[in-house]
């Protein structure tokens, strides 16, 4: 009976802190961040159920609607070519949260092991990996995303990738400061000491133990990467019309900014607070997972 | 500091030889032939042989590659498909306009910025403080084209106060200029000023529970004083060299201002060229704008370095 006693005493108070559970307590404490949490969800439920949320077809046309003021039939209005701006905000969900999420997964895939490898191995592949990570950060993140969606061709896959790789030298610096700090830690020595092989510790014992600033870091980069599809698209170099897009919404209502101001409200106050919900839960990300950050 | 630049141009030099073959290789993304490609719409055989000789493009790519960084080295970027003027003399033409955009917005970024984050760091937990973290929050979220079509909406079409597009040379109207560079320059300041804010934010607030802050205060200084003289002084230098490095940001954010205004700098220079597929002037750009980057950051090390006292031998 006691010693039952004794393992509930043990095991209740470590099922309720492990470090995920602690973090997502002090998270849910945070009312900005939540916030934020809350719109992103949001926004990722619109996209998902798009078809059944627009009231109209994003691509089709009408003439008998051009350029009309927010109504009762169109909530925000129409275009310049009689489409539903509401409709296309809502489609344009999909390519702006897909483009966050796919090139902030390129430039994960791609830094975190290129990162790891410089940090843990040191050396000469550090300092390789490391003028590398300079060059790319030399040359300015939209300028090289436009310089490599030119060369790439201009289309929504494209620029995620033109993205991505543009992010990917910010992961690869963090990742590599991150493995430095930790790597020489006494828990490390020891799984040395222990005879596990390089690759084992890198994976098993370092990068967990840096995964923290990287998640905080991952979501402050999905804000950029939104910004900076719609930064492609408003240039007419990520998603190609007639199919939707924040950005190429924009750069069609600049034209018609003085007797069509909806055109260019709405796709910009969606870009504004799906960025702003980013920010807001990477903030609040950092001040639970990485509080030295504060 | 005579080793510390040599330490730093060590380090430098290889990052210059990635960076160009960064560039370089943007080339071999094109599909195909490039000298088809490069050789524009009419695809003339005539062209296109030329290229092919011109850009030895019948070399191995090591050899391709010594060929062009020679021609960078002597200052050859190669010419614009479309008007046939050298990369160099376009982006020289160019940069002028870029330069007095970026310096206008990196002052108002500055206005707004460090003083936001000073009030910020001294009235801690105060509304001032909430209120200058949402103007931070604000200026990194907001796209700077929305805003620039928002600035337009207000102040060329409701209030008619500034023009909405074009651009007038300072030499031949000043007060024209100026006018023009207004919403353009405010509009690219304003996410460098959220930056800038964040950063004076956090030094400030490092600096001021320092003991020598502290000493101040004891001393009976007045908090004016104190903030000014003792914090801000020793804030300022980290703030600047971190401003520093926001060129980038400020490039980037060129290129969109540019386009939004009808600006006919740097930035529009490069989407021009991308549409007019006038690959060897966005490869000149690039190249232009990361030495620049590079050579920006190194001056900033070494501001930091002179006034540093610490970090001397």
């Known amino acids: 009976m006691s010693a039952t006693l004794a393992t509930a005493a043990f095991d209740a108070p470590r099922a309720e802190t492990g470090p995920w559970r602690r973090a997502w307590r002090r998270l849910a404490r945070r009312p900005s961040a939540l916030f934020g949490l809350v719109v992103v969800v949001a926004f990722v439920v619109v996209a998902l159920g798009a078809p059944w949320i627009a009231p109209f077809d994003p691509i089709e046309t009408s003439w008998s609607a051009i350029r ?11 275009d310049d070519i009689g489409r539903d701006v509401l409709s296309r905000v809502v489609f344009g969900t999909r390519a702006s949260l897909l483009a966050g999420v796919v090139a902030v997964s390129i430039s994960f895939a791609l830094g975190v092991p290129i990162g790891l ?20 950060l030399a040359c300015p993140f939209l300028i090289l995303a436009i310089a490599l969606s030119a060369f790439l061709g201009p289309n929504l896959t494209n620029a995620m990738i033109a993205i991505g790789v543009s992010a990917t030298p910010i992961f690869v610096r963090l990742t590599r400061a991150q493995v430095i700090n930790v790597k020489v830690e006494d828990y490390i020595e020891a799984a040395r000491a222990l005879g596990n092989r390089p690759l084992r510790i890198a994976w098993r014992h370092v990068l967990p133990n840096v995964l923290p600033p990287l998640i905080v870091q991952a979501t402050l980069a999905i804000a950029a990467a939104v910004i900076a599809e719609a930064s492609l698209s408003f240039l007419g170099l990520g998603q190609q019309p007639p199919a939707p897009s924040w950005g190429s919404m924009l750069n069609t209502a600049k034209n018609y900014v003085d007797n069509a101001p909806w055109m260019a409200i709405w796709p910009g106050l969606a ?15 950092r001040d639970v997972l990485d509080p030295r950050q504060r | 500091m005579f080793q510390f630049l040599i330490k730093r141009l060590a380090t430098i030099a ?10 370089f290789g943007l080339q071999q993304l094109l599909p195909g032939d490039p000298a ?3 050789a524009g719409e009419e695809r003339d055989p005539n062209v296109v042989a030329y290229l092919h000789q011109k850009l030895h493009l019948d070399d191995p790519l090591p050899v391709r ?3 062009w960084v020679g021609g960078v080295l002597r200052g050859d970027l190669g010419e614009s498909v479309r008007t046939q003027q050298p990369v160099l003399d376009l982006v020289v033409q160019k940069l002028p306009v870029t330069i007095e955009l970026a310096v206008l917005a990196m002052l108002i970024a500055l206005v707004i910025g460090i003083p936001a984050g000073l009030v910020s760091a001294v009235a801690r937990g105060t509304a001032w403080d ?8 604000w200026g990194l979220s907001t796209p700077n084209f929305w805003l620039g079509i928002l600035m337009i909406l207000l102040f060329s079409v409701q209030l008619g106060w500034l023009p909405a597009s074009g651009y007038v040379s300072p030499f031949e109207s000043l007060s024209q200029n100026l006018a023009a560079m207004a919403m353009p320059a405010f509009v690219l300041g304003n996410a460098i000023a959220a930056v800038l804010m964040r950063h004076t934010r956090s030094a400030m607030l490092q600096v001021l529970s320092a003991d020598y802050v502290r000493t101040a205060r004891s001393k009976g200084l007045t908090e004016r004083s104190v903030v000014l003289k003792h914090a801000l002084r020793n804030a300022l230098t980290p703030i600047i060299t971190l401003g520093a490095l926001e060129f980038g940001t400020l490039l980037s954010g060129a290129v969109l201002t540019e386009q939004v205004f009808t600006i006919p700098g740097f930035g529009k220079l490069i989407v021009d060229s991308v549409f007019n597929r006038d690959y060897a002037v966005v490869q000149g750009v690039v190249l232009v704008t990361a030495t620049a980057y590079i050579a920006l950051n190194l001056l900033a090390d070494l501001a930091y370095f002179a006034s540093n006292p610490r970090l001397r031998p």
Not at chain 1, 126 to 136: N, V
Not at chain 1, 271 to 277: D, T
Not at chain 2, 14 to 23: E, G, N, R
């Open chain 1, 117 to 136: 490898a410089a940090g843990f191995i040191g050396g000469v592949v550090d300092g390789f990996i490391s003028r590398l990570t300079d060059a790319f």
């Open chain 2, 36 to 38: 088809v490609i490069l």
């Open chain 2, 14 to 23: 290889p990052t210059l030889v990635f960076v160009s073959m960064l560039i």
């Open chain 1, 68 to 78: 009309q003021a927010p109504s009762a039939v169109h909530w925000f209005g129409t």
């Open chain 1, 271 to 285: 870009i504004f607070l799906l960025v702003l919900s980013f920010n807001l839960l990477g903030d609040g990300l």
């Open chain 2, 65 to 67: 590659y010594a060929y």
């Open chain 2, 130 to 137: 909430h209120l200058a973290n949402a103007f931070a929050l």
